[in-house]
């Protein structure tokens, strides 16, 4: 199935469409990887539990809706 940029916000949620756009863009994914360890330790250090929760669920979301953004702002 071939990434494209004219697809839907649910289709993008599909686990493979976004494994297929990690496989095709691994500086982002690596990136990414990054991302979603150290932010919740970043939060936790900043102002605690409540950063640290917060910080999962940003690189959560993170992960769902990057290669929905890379595909709508780069297409």
Same mark, same amino acid.
Do not use: N
């Given at each position: 199935?071939?990434?494209?940029?004219?697809?839907?916000?649910?289709?993008?949620?599909?686990?493979?469409?976004?494994?297929?756009?990690?496989?095709?863009?691994?500086?982002?994914?690596?990136?990414?990887?990054?991302?979603?360890? =150290?932010?919740?330790? @970043? #939060?936790? *250090?900043? /102002?605690?539990?409540?950063?640290?929760? &917060?910080?999962? =669920?940003?690189?959560? @979301? #993170?992960? *769902?809706? /990057?290669?929905?953004?890379?595909?709508? &702002?780069?297409?």
């Amino acid at each position: 199935m071939a990434l494209r940029s004219d697809s839907s916000f649910t289709d993008s949620l599909k686990s493979d469409q976004r494994q297929e756009f990690y496989e095709r863009h691994q500086s982002i994914a690596m990136v990414l990887i990054l991302i979603v360890l =150290l932010l919740p330790f @970043a #939060g936790l *250090y900043v /102002t605690g539990l409540f950063g640290a929760v &917060l910080g999962v =669920l940003i690189s959560v @979301a #993170g992960y *769902y809706l /990057t290669p929905y953004a890379w595909l709508k &702002l780069c297409a």
